[in-house]
């Protein structure tokens, strides 16, 4: 697949190595790679895996004729989560240039670190873009996914009502 990630006019080369996504050795190899339509040097990388610790979600993001990348990383360990998403385009040497990005961390098991309301909120913004992306690849729950197979074509969707139950329980 090629994008014009870097806003040069000149498209970068971005891909994906399947195999490295279902078998990781490490856990750290680069799984989505994006090449300079200049220089067809690597410039940004993402390890993306099945292994817990490597679930990942990998966008293209349209807005206004460019292109963007987004990821959107829902990490949750024990109750503890992490969740992070962002938006940004590349310069040549591989620096992200955030576009939008939002963090949001919980605690199911700690009730004054639980806020409902901040994860609607959360929600609501991430799933406004994700209306506007494409999916590249995605590990979460281990289960790996190329673009959008399987899903008729639909847009992401993150429903935050597992998380909202499980707030109001504690």
């Given at each position: 697949m090629k994008a014009d990630l870097t806003g040069d006019g000149i498209p970068e080369r971005i891909q994906i190595d399947e195999r490295v996504a279902a078998e990781p050795v490490t856990g750290d190899e680069p799984t989505i790679q994006v090449f300079s339509g200049k220089t067809g040097e690597m410039i940004w990388s993402l390890p993306v895996n099945t292994v817990h610790g490597g679930w990942n979600n990998v966008y293209i993001y349209r807005d206004g004729g460019k292109s963007f990348l987004m990821t959107w990383k829902p990490a949750m360990y024990q109750g503890a989560a992490d969740y992070e998403w962002k938006i940004f385009s590349l310069t040549e040497d591989g620096k992200e240039k955030i576009l939008a990005s939002d963090f949001f961390e919980f605690d199911l098991n700690n009730p004054k670190k639980?806020?409902?309301?901040?994860?609607?909120?959360?929600?609501?913004?991430?799933?406004e873009y994700l209306k506007k992306a494409q999916l590249l690849i995605t590990t979460q729950e281990g289960m790996?996914?190329?673009?959008?197979?399987?899903t008729n074509g639909e847009s992401e969707y993150y429903d935050p009502?597992?998380?909202?139950?499980?707030?109001e329980r504690v």
């Open positions: 639980s806020d409902p309301e901040r994860l609607q909120t959360f929600s609501k913004r991430l799933n790996l996914r190329i673009g959008n197979q399987g009502s597992k998380e909202l139950e499980e707030m």
